[in-house]
């Protein structure tokens, strides 16, 4: 429940910054020295960042998207040229920086319950991608992060444990398709940035649906997508 009422959290408090910072510059407040950066892309990125680090401050990507925005920011306020071609290697600095602590908290929060890995997904994809076949008798869930990159993966032949089971996703520049089977009861709460997650399941009316059982896809996709759909 707490997982879906951030959900709805974040998209209610940029709405709110957002006709906050249109108001402001409406009636004249915001100067222009502010207004060129705060209305920037750079500003937007920041903007975003930041709400998204309020409504979910145990992920890194608010905290990626704020540093991005700075990044890039930083040479406009200090009116100093910069290399542009430092640009890419920063990017990719930072993007590897997310990937240590995305896998370092995967590892910890898995050796903690003593599980193996082998009922676990861990699916990377960075500028490239493929297909992954899930057979596990009693799958939990796992991670999935994709940059510039994608993967289908295969579910079909997989088993879900009893409980919840939760895929985290992360897709920048990049995307995932799940396959599951039709008689998975599965729930989306993923966010989408500048990008989208379908669940393009097709309802088979002869299925019987174990509720007791129940796949989780959470995430965040970034100038990304993604999807869902069965077999």
Do not use: H
Not at 40 to 58: A, E
Not at 124 to 137: A, K, P
Not at 199 to 207: G, I, L, Q, S, V
Request: charged content about 20%.
């Amino acid at each position: 429940m707490a997982e879906a009422s951030n959900k709805r959290l974040f998209p209610g408090l940029l709405l709110i910054v957002i006709g906050t910072l249109f108001l402001l510059e409406n009636i004249g407040v915001i100067p222009y020295e502010v207004k060129r950066y705060v209305f920037s892309w750079q500003g937007w990125i920041i903007m975003i960042g930041s709400v998204f680090l309020i409504s979910r401050p145990n992920q890194p990507t608010g905290l990626i998207m704020i540093t991005v925005g700075f990044f890039f920011l930083i040479p406009e306020i200090l009116d100093i040229s910069f290399d542009t071609r430092l640009y890419w290697p920063v990017i990719l600095i930072l993007i590897g920086i997310f990937f240590l602590v995305r896998q370092q908290r995967s590892s910890s929060s898995q050796a903690s319950k003593g599980e193996s890995s082998m009922d676990w997904l861990d699916d990377t994809s960075v500028f490239g991608g493929g297909d992954v076949v899930v057979t596990s008798e009693n799958f939990k869930g796992g991670k999935a992060t994709y940059v510039f990159g994608g993967s289908t993966v295969n579910l079909s032949r997989a088993k879900l444990s009893e409980g919840k089971a939760v895929i985290d996703i992360f897709a920048m520049f990049g995307g995932c398709t799940f396959i599951v089977p039709s008689d998975w009861n599965v729930r989306v709460e993923t966010t989408a940035i500048f990008g989208g997650f379908s669940d393009n399941r097709k309802p088979n009316p002869d299925t019987v649906i174990d509720l007791k059982k129940e796949l989780i896809i959470k995430g965040t996709v970034l100038f990304g997508g993604g999807e869902v759909k069965n077999f």
